[in-house]
């Protein structure tokens, strides 16, 4: 359950749903909220802050973050407002000509519904780039290892872009793995897990949020990510697809291959 206060925060930011200050305390002005944000969302409205509330308001703050990384902000997709959430949203409405509040409100959604995408360009699925493998003939996908210093054997997964969750499984060369159908209709897939990923099939994910930990389940010989892109019903060079953002970090033996956006 997130802290009152990051309930406050992320009420605020989302369509001003609390408008007090953000103390942690619990009044009515916090039980409003709880019960204008059920209404708005289609939630039982009891003003009770239970499970469905918490997710669904970690839920809203993900796909307003996910938004915000499609117009080239590079926002970690964790649904907790801080700085950084307030800080884009403040940018981005400077750069729309909309009143500058930090508030994700009607119209902040418009212009992030409207406006053309800046950034359709997937992002690398780990935040320390290390290519082990490259795409060929016999292996139709890209390795990514891991470093001791970032994160180390069990580094984060994020999905390279926003999509659905359409496979979450285990097979005995895949290991435990997850393939996300982005709406484009390509699909992309990130193998060998540490452990089953905690996204149920049908999830809807943003770019940059987190799938799961980098391991070396099924076909494999030691902790990486092998990481497929399918285009058209084939699968592609992933280098060719895959940008590094401002805040990834690239192996020094990797920084030739790469492109960054
Ligand atoms: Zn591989």
Same mark, same amino acid.
């Given at each position: 359950?997130? &802290?009152?206060?990051?309930?406050?925060?992320?009420?605020?930011?989302?369509?001003?749903?609390?408008? %007090?200050?953000?103390?942690?305390?619990?009044?009515? @002005?916090?039980?409003?909220?709880?019960?204008?944000?059920?209404?708005?969302?289609?939630?039982?409205?009891?003003?009770?802050?239970?499970?469905?509330?918490?997710?669904?308001?970690?839920?809203?703050?993900?796909?307003?973050?996910?938004?915000?990384?499609?117009? %080239?902000?590079?926002?970690?997709?964790?649904?907790?407002?801080?700085?950084?959430?307030?800080?884009?949203?403040?940018?981005?409405?400077?750069?729309?000509?909309?009143?500058?509040?930090?508030?994700?409100?009607?119209?902040?959604?418009?212009? +992030?519904?409207?406006?053309?995408?800046?950034?359709?360009?997937?992002?690398?699925?780990?935040?320390?780039?290390?290519?082990?493998?490259?795409?060929?003939?016999?292996?139709?996908?890209?390795?990514?290892?891991?470093?001791?210093?970032?994160?180390?054997?069990?580094?984060?997964?994020?999905?390279?872009?926003?999509?659905?969750?359409?496979?979450?499984?285990?097979?005995?060369?895949?290991?435990?793995?997850?393939?996300?159908?982005?709406?484009?209709?390509?699909?992309?897939?990130?193998?060998? @897990?540490?452990?089953?990923?905690?996204?149920?099939?049908?999830?809807?994910?943003?770019?940059?949020?987190?799938? %799961?930990?980098?391991?070396?389940?099924?076909?494999?010989?030691?902790?990486?990510?092998?990481?497929? +892109?399918?285009?058209?019903? &084939?699968?592609?060079?992933? @280098?060719?697809?895959?940008?590094?953002?401002?805040?990834?970090?690239?192996?020094?033996?990797?920084?030739?291959?790469?492109?960054?956006?």
């Amino acid at each position: 359950m997130l &802290s009152v206060k990051q309930r406050q925060l992320n009420l605020r930011t989302y369509y001003y749903f609390y408008t %007090g200050n953000i103390d942690g305390i619990e009044g009515t @002005l916090t039980k409003n909220a709880y019960r204008n944000f059920q209404k708005y969302t289609g939630l039982t409205i009891d003003g009770i802050y239970g499970k469905n509330t918490n997710n669904k308001l970690i839920e809203v703050i993900k796909n307003l973050q996910g938004k915000l990384n499609n117009k %080239g902000y590079n926002l970690v997709v964790d649904g907790l407002v801080g700085t950084n959430t307030i800080n884009a949203i403040k940018d981005f409405q400077r750069k729309n000509s909309l009143s500058v509040d930090g508030i994700a409100g009607s119209n902040t959604y418009k212009k +992030l519904n409207d406006t053309p995408i800046v950034s359709t360009k997937y992002r690398f699925p780990v935040n320390y780039i290390y290519v082990t493998q490259e795409y060929k003939s016999s292996h139709l996908a890209l390795d990514l290892g891991w470093g001791t210093n970032y994160g180390g054997k069990n580094q984060p997964i994020y999905a390279c872009y926003e999509g659905t969750v359409i496979i979450n499984s285990y097979a005995s060369d895949a290991g435990n793995y997850v393939a996300i159908r982005h709406d484009n209709g390509d699909i992309s897939r990130y193998l060998h @897990l540490n452990s089953r990923s905690h996204l149920s099939v049908g999830t809807r994910v943003q770019k940059g949020e987190n799938i %799961g930990a980098m391991g070396t389940t099924g076909r494999s010989t030691g902790n990486h990510l092998h990481f497929d +892109l399918t285009k058209n019903g &084939s699968r592609v060079n992933p @280098l060719d697809y895959l940008y590094v953002y401002a805040d990834q970090i690239v192996s020094t033996n990797s920084k030739n291959l790469v492109r960054y956006i």
